[in-house]
């Protein structure tokens, strides 16, 4: 009996041992999850050249419609419908008969009034006839001279000529129809269409903000190309010869608020045809420092502001809201909002929220700008 207090001390310190212990494993910390991992693309700034693109259509270089400069019948039409003329290629043939006699007539008289004219040439020194006789006949002669010329001219404009080279279209009169000089209606039209016009039209707020950031140094004239223009047609393909920018209006079209622009282009082929649906990319000026991010990492509030999340030094997620009016390729051009050396999370976004730790690999999904296997920023098409 006198083990019992030993025994009941000892059954005592076991079970506070296993009662601490019990609180010992409730109070441990769990382990803390793990640090998302997010794919980011660093930005690096580099020349840009902006490019703007343009509605536009098509229309002739010349257009001439010939029309008549006598009066009379048609006998014939020389020239095929649809076909390349040259400049003075005769195109129809007025009946002439009228004025071959008008010319006729006119000369027979001309040729009286000079042998009058010499003969009184002669007597004049003579004072058989007086001076003021002499005049007269001179007068008359100079006259009949006069008239003979303007005959001849008749007889000339019976065969209608092509003021211009050009392709023709169809004939609007033909053999046996009566023409008149000052008629409104034309015979046929010529359309030259090599070179050939594209005009566009641009907003005036556009070039008015182009103008600021070209003046202010924010833009650097795109070199000798700063003119040049680019097509696309209007099945999607490229047109192989680039234009040149010729002048735009120097007044803004009330009605729509913009203002026209003109280019000129080589047509060899005739491709471009008057009246032509194309889109025109203009060269407009040099970004030397341009921001271009990825699309897959520029995303839209619910007030449609551009944003991206962006990892700081301290790799910590930052919500930026950006200003983007513009895109190049699969690229994004900055304005505002994001700079050189900023992280752009492209992958993971899903995963993570503003001030979040991170941990930072490399996209694989997007490749900055300019980098092997991704557009290049210097020929992005601005849209």
């Known amino acids: ?137 001179r007068s008359t002669q100079l006259q009949n001279e006069a008239s003979v010329k303007s005959a001849q001219i008749n007889l000339r404009y019976t065969k209608v000529l092509a003021p211009i080279s050009g392709r023709i279209g169809r004939s609007l009169m033909t053999e046996g129809a009566l023409v008149t000089n000052g008629q409104t209606s034309a015979m046929a039209t010529i359309q030259q269409l090599d070179p050939i016009y594209v005009d566009v039209t641009q907003s005036s707020a556009d070039m008015l903000r182009l103008r600021r950031d070209l003046e202010s140094g924010k833009l650097q004239k795109a070199g000798n190309n700063a003119a040049a223009v680019k097509l696309t047609l209007e099945d999607g393909s490229e047109y192989p010869q680039a234009g040149k920018l010729e002048f735009s209006e120097v007044s803004v079209d009330e009605a729509t608020g913009s203002v026209t622009l003109r280019a000129v282009f080589a047509n060899p082929n005739h491709t471009l045809m008057p009246g032509m649906f194309v889109h025109a990319q203009l060269q407009a000026g040099v970004n030397s420092s341009a921001i271009l991010a990825p699309q897959q990492g520029v995303t839209r509030d619910l007030k449609g502001t551009p944003t991206a999340l962006v990892v700081n030094k301290d790799n910590k997620v930052e919500l930026r809201e950006l200003v983007a009016n513009r895109t190049s390729g699969s690229y994004w051009l900055i304005e505002k909002g994001l700079g050189a050396g900023d992280r752009v999370i492209t992958e993971g976004l899903q995963f993570v929220k503003p001030g979040a730790e991170v941990q930072v690999k490399e996209a694989s999904n997007a490749k900055p700008a300019g980098a092997e296997g991704a557009s290049p920023a210097a020929n992005g098409k601005g849209e």
């Open 1 to 137: 009996m006198q083990f019992k207090p030993a025994v009941t001390a000892l059954v005592s310190a076991v079970a506070l041992a296993t009662l601490l212990s019990g609180c010992k494993k409730e109070e441990a910390a769990p382990a803390a999850p793990p640090k998302p991992e997010v794919g980011v693309v660093t930005l690096q700034p580099q020349p840009y050249t902006l490019t703007t693109e343009l509605p536009g259509r098509t229309t002739a270089y010349r257009v001439a419609e010939v029309r008549p400069q006598v009066d009379g019948i048609i006998l014939k039409r020389l020239f095929t419908e649809g076909a390349d003329v040259k400049a003075g290629q005769q195109l129809y043939q007025i009946d002439p008969s009228v004025y071959e006699a008008t010319l006729a007539s006119a000369q027979a008289s001309l040729q009286s009034a000079k042998s009058l004219t010499d003969r009184y040439k002669q007597l004049i020194d003579e004072q058989a006839v007086s001076r003021q006789e002499y005049d007269n006949a």
